[in-house]
């Protein structure tokens, strides 16, 4: 059954270093999206992708955030400065064009020090 | 402001009972609403969902229920078992007026006692 990958699952990193978080959705979507979630929290929505651009972001998906789809199976998630405040679990989702049900990947533990 | 939440944040169930989660929501215009399942580590998996066109949608052991003149929403799961033990979030959407990002509920944790 196809399911929707990340890597890496944990990065540490220094608070202002650059991250890139990976993930590779189910191959025939077309939709696309990161969420996070902060330990014990809710998931929240950061930003959707569609058509090579975005397609709606949230509050939190400020200029330290972008979403790239370098080639025809990677989707990324970049923080350029990375803060304190940015340590979550980074979960990747990808849907089909006609249905809404989103496909979750297992996520990526991000801590900043 | 749109937000949708859970009546309890945990249930503990016996096994081989039923289970029922619970989730408000806010948002008249949301037509699409979804629940998962999160087990410790891993990322949230999809059980079941429904349409605002629809008020009941069976799947294998769950049953979800929307009521949509109260705004609720409720899952059910038959004859629980140890292996349904997880967080359970309720989320909605109105895709009539965006590309789908899903809001998302607290959670509720079910505990299932052998």
């Known amino acids: 059954e196809p399911e929707v990958t990340q890597t890496p699952s944990h990065q540490v990193t220094q608070m202002g270093q650059e991250v890139i978080l990976r993930c590779v959705p189910i191959?025939?979507?077309?939709?696309f999206y990161w969420y996070r979630q902060i330990l014990g929290q809710k998931v929240e929505f950061l930003v959707s992708?569609?058509?090579?651009?975005?397609?709606?972001k949230s509050e939190i998906f400020d200029d330290q955030f972008s979403v790239e789809r370098p080639d025809g199976s990677n989707f990324t998630l970049k923080i350029r400065s990375t803060k304190l405040e940015d340590s979550a679990m980074y979960f990747c989702?990808?849907?089909?064009?006609?249905?809404?049900?989103?496909?979750f990947g297992p996520g990526t533990r991000l801590t900043v020090t | 402001g749109e937000s949708v939440g859970l009546h309890l944040p945990t249930l503990s169930v016996q096994e081989g009972d039923n289970s029922i989660i619970n989730c408000a929501y806010s948002?008249?215009?949301?037509?699409?609403f979804i629940w998962y399942k999160q087990e410790s580590g891993k990322g949230p998996q999809f059980i079941i969902d429904?349409?605002?066109?629809?008020d009941k949608r069976q799947g294998q052991r769950v049953t979800v229920l929307l009521n949509k003149t109260v705004k609720h929403l409720s899952l059910q799961i038959a004859a629980t078992q140890p292996g349904d033990s997880a967080v359970y979030f309720c989320?909605?959407?109105?895709?009539?007026?965006?590309?789908?990002?899903?809001?998302f509920g607290k959670g509720t944790k079910l505990s299932v006692k052998p």
């Open positions: 429904i349409r605002s066109n629809m």
């Open positions: 989702a990808s849907r089909g064009g006609t249905a809404y049900e989103q496909y």
């Open positions: 948002n008249s215009a949301s037509d699409y």
């Open positions: 989320a909605e959407n109105h895709y009539g007026g965006s590309q789908g990002n899903l809001i």
């Open positions: 992708f569609y058509n090579n651009e975005i397609s709606e």
């Open positions: 191959s025939n979507h077309l939709y």
